[in-house]
C-alpha cells in the first residue's frame, strides 16, 4: 500500500488511539478488527456495546481489544458534557442543549479528543463533511494562524517507471468558492500535507484560462491568488492561472506557458471552487485510475478527517492510517 510503511513504523513507534464515530458500521468494524491484529492503533468505537458486539460477530471481525464507548453511559459523561458546556457557552450554549448534544457521536467523538481522552478522530461513513467538520469547529477550532479548515486529496496510482506517481489536490470538500487569501492559505496547507506524502510540491492555480488568454472574476482571482501565494511561499514553485492541460503537458506548456517552471510538471492543484475540485478529483479516480486517499481536513488543532459515505472497508484502514500519522 502505498507510502505506509513510514507511518505506519510511526504508529509503532508511538502508538495512539482513534476514534470511530460509527462502530456499529460493517466497514468501520473491519477496518477495526485489521488495525487492532496490526497492533499499531487503537480503535475506540461509539455505538452501543451490545449492538457493536453482535454486528462484529455478525460479520465474523475480531475486535477484541477496541475499546467501545456508548456515550449514553460513559462513566465520564458529565465531566464531557461540562467541558463542552463551557466550550460553547458564550454562544448561547445552555446545559439542557449540551447534555443533548452530547449524546451525538461526531460531537461526543470529538470532544473525546479535545479533552484528550482521544488523539484523533475519523468520521463520516454514514453522515455528511458538515456533520464531521462543523463539531470540528466548534470544539477543536482552527490553528492559531489560519481562518478556515480547508482539505486535501492525496491521489496514487502506479508509475510507468515503478514508482508510485502521487498528487495532491485541494480543496475538493470543504470551501465553496474560496476567496483569493483563502486560496492562498489552501495553498500553504496543501504544500505541507502534500510533503508528508513525498511529495515535492509544484503547485498549479487552476481555470479555464492560462495566463490571460481567457476573462472573467474567476480568472482574475486565481491569477490573483496565484500571485500572492508566490509572495507567501518564496521558496516553493508555484505557479498560475493554468488550464489542466498546461499544468500537466509539457508539450502543451512549451506553447501556452514556455518560462513557467511549473507548468506542464505541476503535481499539486489548487481549484478555484468547490465544483471544480470535487469533480476534478473524481475524474482522476474514476477514469485516471488513482486511488484517492482524503478528504483529509487542515488548519484544525487536532486531527479530525471525514470519510465518503461510499468509501468501503479498506479506504476506513487507510484513512485511519493518515489521520493518526498526522497527529
Do not use: W
Not at 90 to 112: D, I
Amino acid at each position: 500500500m502505498f507510502g505506509f510503511g513510514a507511518m505506519i513504523q510511526k504508529l509503532k513507534e508511538n502508538p495512539k488511539t482513534i476514534v470511530l464515530t460509527e462502530g456499529e458500521d460493517p466497514r468501520i468494524l473491519e477496518a477495526a478488527s485489521r488495525l487492532l491484529a496490526s497492533n499499531f492503533l487503537t480503535p475506540i468505537l461509539l455505538g452501543d456495546e451490545e449492538e457493536v458486539a453482535k454486528a462484529a460477530e455478525d460479520a465474523g471481525y475480531n475486535i477484541r481489544g477496541a475499546l467501545v464507548i456508548n456515550p449514553k453511559n460513559y462513566e465520564r459523561l458529565q465531566e464531557v458534557i461540562e467541558a463542552f458546556y463551557e466550550i460553547r457557552k458564550e454562544k448561547g450554549m445552555t446545559m439542557e442543549k449540551a447534555e443533548k448534544m452530547m449524546l451525538q457521536r461526531n460531537y461526543f467523538g470529538t470532544m473525546l479528543v479535545k479533552m484528550g481522552i482521544a488523539d484523533c478522530l475519523l468520521g463520516g461513513a454514514t453522515y455528511s463533511t458538515a456533520d464531521t467538520v462543523r463539531p470540528a469547529l466548534q470544539i477543536i477550532k482552527t490553528k492559531p494562524h489560519n481562518s478556515i479548515v480547508s482539505s486535501c486529496f492525496i491521489l496514487v496510482r502506479p508509475g510507468a517507471t515503478g514508482e508510485n506517481e502521487v498528487l495532491a489536490m485541494a480543496d475538493c470538500a470543504i470551501n465553496i468558492q474560496p476567496s483569493e487569501d483563502e486560496l492562498v492559505e489552501i495553498c500553504g496547507e496543501t504544500i505541507n500535507c502534500a510533503r508528508i506524502f513525498g511529495v515535492d510540491p509544484k503547485v498549479a492555480f487552476l481555470s479555464y484560462s492560462t495566463l490571460g488568454s481567457g476573462k472573467g472574476d474567476s480568472v482574475d482571482k486565481m491569477r490573483n491568488a496565484a500571485q500572492k501565494a508566490k509572495e507567501e511561499f518564496p521558496d516553493v514553485p508555484i505557479d498560475g492561472e493554468f488550464q489542466f492541460d498546461t499544468a500537466v503537458s509539457p508539450r502543451v506548456a512549451r506553447q501556452k506557458a514556455p518560462d513557467s517552471k511549473v507548468a506542464g510538471y505541476a503535481n499539486t492543484f489548487i481549484f478555484p471552487d468547490i465544483n471544480a475540485g470535487n469533480l476534478g478529483y473524481k475524474i482522476a479516480q474514476r477514469m485516471g485510475n488513482f486511488e484517492a486517499y482524503g478528504p483529509i481536513l487542515l488548519g484544525l488543532n487536532a486531527q479530525i478527517n471525514d470519510l465518503s459515505r461510499g468509501c468501503n472497508a479498506l479506504e476506513v484502514y487507510s484513512m485511519a492510517i493518515i489521520t493518526a500519522a498526522l497527529t
